[in-house]
């Protein structure tokens, strides 16, 4: 954090801060860029692995909050070097209350859908529409603060994707709650402990969310197909804090509809990509439910029963299932791999 308000500083001639970094990411208002600050070379020690970059920031009815987080990102653009190749999507999903509009007087591409096809699908085509070699999401509400790309830029210059964690933080306490305990089950899932599953801020190479775009269902549990197959599938993936802000209308995320869809997405993509981590605990019960109820049946009526018999029958299908998964989920590891002899 220190290194990115020394950059900024010496980037604007402003004097920036640690806690002046940490404020603005909180509350959103930065210090308005000088002309010339685009113009500046690379600083030493800044980003030089991302320099082509497409912003993509899915809408529905986002009038009162597109404006302002429009001009928020080139502020923040306009503090850092130039990049190579840079643009911003505005993916309009059915909205009617002008969003396209004020995208385009913003200054962005605008790609819109004629009619409401989830959070998801507006992410898909816009990660289809990228030009830039790293996407970088957030949502058009605003509570995404721009002033902490810079710390996301700084990370992707070591991992694949950098996430802007929460931390079970940001929302209401129903929904801290629920997205603690979609981490932990995702983390034993991944084999890794992820902070923050369902975060829709996110910094990746387009080339593994171009590979990935097939799997993401079209609803909000996007991010947690993405975080999930990149982990299984060998991926650096970091997690910055951030601190969200309060959005301006109301959210279009359903906490009973979207819970419990996230839950079926999760085991899902375990299923998908690491099919033994469901299949050996179900196996390994089901075997001990096997050999309880043959230990308790020869005691009680000195016989083997056929209930025994099926227990350990099914946990013999299950554990041969997940193998063969695995077997499977090894074909979909090559597909993922291609984005890296591109």
């Known amino acids: 954090m220190t290194a990115i308000a020394t950059a900024l500083s010496a980037a604007t001639g402003l004097p920036v801060g640690t806690s ?4 603005l990411m909180a509350g959103g208002d930065l210090p308005a860029a000088p002309p010339e600050a685009v113009a500046r070379p ?5 980003t030089t692995r991302v320099r ?6 899915p809408a529905r009815n986002e009038a009162a909050n597109l404006p302002a987080l429009l001009q928020e990102l080139e502020q923040v653009f306009g503090l850092l070097p130039a ?4 643009e911003v999507i505005v993916v309009d999903d059915g909205s009617s209350d002008g969003t396209s509009e004020l995208a385009a007087k913003g200054g962005a591409r605008v790609v819109r859908h004629a009619e409401a096809l989830g959070n998801g699908a507006a992410v898909k085509r816009g990660i289809r529409e990228a030009r830039g070699e790293w996407i970088l999401l957030l949502d058009g509400d605003g509570q995404h603060p721009p002033a902490a790309v810079p710390a996301l830029l700084q990370l992707a210059e070591r991992y694949d994707m950098v996430v802007g964690s ?4 940001g929302g209401s306490y129903h929904r801290n709650v629920a997205n603690r305990i979609y981490n932990r089950l995702a983390s034993y899932v991944s084999g890794r402990r992820i902070p923050d599953l369902t975060s829709g801020f996110r910094l990746l190479r387009a080339d593994i969310a171009k590979d990935l775009v097939y799997l993401l269902p079209n609803t909000f549990s996007y991010p947690t197909t993405i975080t ?3 982990l299984r599938a060998g991926y650096g993936v970091a997690f910055q804090p951030i601190a969200v802000r309060r959005r301006q209308g109301k959210s279009h995320v359903r906490l009973l509809a ?6 079926l997405i999760i085991l899902r993509v375990a299923t998908f990509f690491a099919p033994l981590r469901v299949f050996m605990p179900l196996s390994l019960l089901v075997a001990l439910l096997g050999v309880g109820w043959y230990v308790y049946t020869y005691l009680t009526e000195g016989r083997f029963t056929n209930m ?14 997940g193998l063969i998964s695995e077997q499977v989920a090894a074909l979909r590891y090559q597909r993922l791999g291609r984005g890296d002899e591109r």
Do not use: C, E, I, Y
Request: hydrophobic share 55%; aromatic share 10%; proline share 4%.
């Open 308 to 321: 025994a018999v099926v227990l350990l029958g099914q946990a013999t299908l299950l554990f041969a299932l």
């Open 42 to 46: 690379p600083l030493p020690g800044w």
């Open 52 to 57: 082509s970059l497409t912003v993509v920031v």
């Open 258 to 263: 979207d819970g419990s869809r996230f839950l």
């Open 83 to 86: 990049f190579d190749f840079r």
């Open 20 to 23: 002046d970094l940490v404020s």
């Open 166 to 169: 929460r931390d079970g933080r």
């Open 228 to 230: 999930m197959s990149m």
